[in-house]
């Protein structure tokens, strides 16, 4: 089996070093539209060889797209014509625009997926072997694919050691909104806030475990994440009300100085505990 | 040199463990309200014995209050009467009004200091000897302290690998807001926001890293930070302006489709990276 894997930085470098240790693969090529990450992955061993984009559209069993969302949507027009066996494997943070945007031809070979895990770095240098292992990888809109294509999806990421939940796109992005791209809003959100009002003294001095914490995915990549808030910006607007509703709920329990509504509040937040 | 704890958490236990290592130090006392946190403590070798309130109020040099802030309010004024020599440093995450509060007698006596290092968890088993080095500590309001206890408390933390920091209380009480407090406020309305609109299952699965890191601080106590919102209330609701406007800044460009606005938003937050 020949694998390609589109853009070489934080997830398809960690894949292509997952998969390097896979016996049923035959040989990792890789591709990305950068010839500096290109030249990156290729010293650090992400993948067996590097090689031009038409080399995986024609030569490749598996095709995997890990780049921004939006350039998804532009590299699946790119790929039409392949042939009826090849598997393309799309990464991407959101699912309903890239289903809803692929190519008819195309619907029976792709598989939208999303790894559930990532850090706040990018590149060819931030991808690890063990980044893909134990986490989630939700499939959506399954029922559309052909079999033999899901099969394989299955195969190499159980393989990886990913645990694979079958959702539909709409469901996903509803979800993740809430779960995953909200938390981004909050964090971008509460760095501009700290960043606008307090010196860098004061943030070295002051930030502690909990700003520390909160503030790291602000270190995301904003090319990557605008892409995501484009494509899901109705459900992310959605989520923002809902976290605003809770917000004032907590500002008005304050100004009240209803302290034992805002103990409850809190308990009940912390519940958490028994989730994760 | 004899030195008592009262409260036996995090805080206290783990200075309990740091203030084993120093040879400066002859004993360590540790006094907890609840009688089973004192049986664990000295079960964990916290401390090297245990003892009541009055013991070490008549016998300790230097007494530290790691306790909630409205508990340490209380416990200042039970200490009325300690002799001249007597060191009280309160490692509460307030200032102002902890000072405001003191008893006037105690003012020459009291460290109002605040460690910048915690954990999601409290109580004695969530101690350990490594919690507070290297972390910042503030030592507020200095002017109005003998100087001799300064130098005791500047001689302690320094052994005990810590930072220190000299800010007056306000200031601290005002940086604090924004830089710690509100990021609890936020991740208790995150985890609500979610609690209320998701079940286990997708929680579970969808969490990947970016969620859990910024629930992670809605696991902490609710007794203990109800206290800091109580005594930095206005603070706290300033802060909560601040982050507001910042999210409704983001709000409205998503609702313009302002892509270039929220790209340029997004990467002034990332020069986070270079402070943190």
């Known amino acids: ?15 292509g070093l997952a998969l390097r240790d896979m016996k ?38 598996v095709i995997f797209l890990a780049i ?43 598989i939208p997926a999303h790894p559930m895990r990532g850090t706040e770095f990018s590149g060819p240098k931030a991808a690890f072997r063990e980044l893909l292992k134990g986490a989630v990888v939700v499939i959506c809109d399954d029922k559309n694919i052909g079999e033999s294509h899901v099969k394989r999806a299955v195969e ?42 307090e010196n860098r003294v004061n943030i070295v001095n002051l ?8 503030a790291r995915i602000a270190k995301s990549s904003p090319e990557m994440w605008l892409d995501i808030f484009k494509q899901n910006r109705q459900n992310l607007l959605n989520s923002i009300d809902e976290f605003e509703e809770q917000m004032a709920a907590c500002r008005k329990m304050l100004e009240n100085s209803d ?12 519940k958490i505990r028994e989730i994760l």
Chains 1, 2 share one sequence.
């Open 24 to 61: 049923l693969i035959d040989k990792i090529w890789g591709y990305d539209l950068s010839e500096q990450n290109a030249r990156e992955a290729q010293e650090l061993g992400l993948v067996d060889e590097i090689c031009d984009f038409e080399y995986i559209k024609e030569h490749c069993d």
């Open 156 to 197: 190499i990421f159980s393989h990886v050691g990913m645990k694979i939940v079958f959702m539909d796109a709409a469901s996903h992005d509803h979800h993740t909104a809430l779960i995953s791209h909200l938390p981004h809003v909050i964090s971008f959100s509460l760095v501009s806030a700290v960043l606008s009002e």
């Open 1 to 15: 089996m020949q694998i390609g894997i589109i853009g070489l930085g934080l997830i398809g470098g960690s894949l």
């Open 68 to 110: 921004p969302v939006d350039a998804i949507v532009a590299t699946l027009k790119r790929l039409e014509g392949v042939g009826a066996m090849t598997t393309i494997i799309d990464l991407g943070s959101t699912k309903a625009e890239i289903i809803a945007s692929c190519p008819p031809s195309l619907r029976y070979n792709l």
């Open 207 to 214: 930030a502690g475990g909990s700003f520390e914490g909160m």
């Open 259 to 270: 302290w034992a509504g805002l103990y409850q509040w809190m308990s009940e937040a912390r």
